[in-house]
């Protein structure tokens, strides 16, 4: 009898504690929630046609703007990651194993591995033909502008130099970068994968007071403001996480995240 108890004692606990045991075997993928997302950005045909889409329409508002006057030149704001620089592998790799940031980013944008988003050069060099003004405004930190400029100079972009790249400093919210270049140049098109790329007020709201700005910008969209696919970072994830305090532990933080989820009753 009191053998029979230990042996249901023992299956009750390992029973118990099963979910826990597939989770971790589970958990030999870092991350894993974004596997799905990497695979799109790196496979999916519909990834490439988004960001020819993208560059197309990009063309097609600059070919109606060459015929309009302008009492200032003219210029393009255009970031860097995930609109001209395809950091696919490196977030692919985020996704098997934990990456050291930002020395491992700092290590892949010298490696020199990174391809250019599909479309970004021939369009990047159609408005450099044309006159335009290009200026490279990304949130990378300062402290890689060096490696940054090398990897535009590599990757063979016009205007890639130091007085067109304009690094974060302390303008998270890009803005302040923005406001600037208005001051001297008309800006025609701002070009971006994400929210952030357009408007500064993106940076901390909340996922409905993101919303309702693009709601309320409806009318810029494939024309003044040309967006590009990324299903792995920017500011929407952070929204995610807006007014939460606590900081949450791996599982709260996959729970937090699935109660966002709007689902059938
Ligand atoms: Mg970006």
Known sequence: M???????????????????????????????EYLMAALWQQTSSEYRALCYQAFNVARDRIHMDIIKEWPKPRAVIIDLDETVIFNAKYNATGVIREQEYPKEFYEWIASGDATPIPGAVEFLEFIDEEGYTIFYVTNRRDECTD????????????????????????????????????EDYAVILYIGDNCVDFLGDYYSGSIEER???????????GRKFIILPNPMHGSWKKALYHGVV????????????????????
């Open 2 to 32: 009191k053998k029979y108890l230990i042996f249901c004692v023992i299956a009750v606990f390992l029973l118990s504690t099963f979910p826990k045991y597939k989770l971790a075997a589970e958990d030999g993928l870092n991350e894993k």
């Open 246 to 265: 606590e900081r949450l532990s791996g599982e709260e933080s996959l729970k937090h995240k699935a109660s966002l989820l709007e689902v059938i009753e």
């Open 147 to 182: 490696i940054t400029l090398q990897q535009i100079l590599d990757l063979e972009l016009p205007q890639a130099n130091r007085e067109h790249l304009l690094m974060r400093g302390t303008d998270h919210t890009k803005q302040g970068r923005r406001d600037k270049v208005n």
């Open 211 to 221: 919303k309702n700005l693009t709601d309320s910008v409806q009318a810029e969209w």
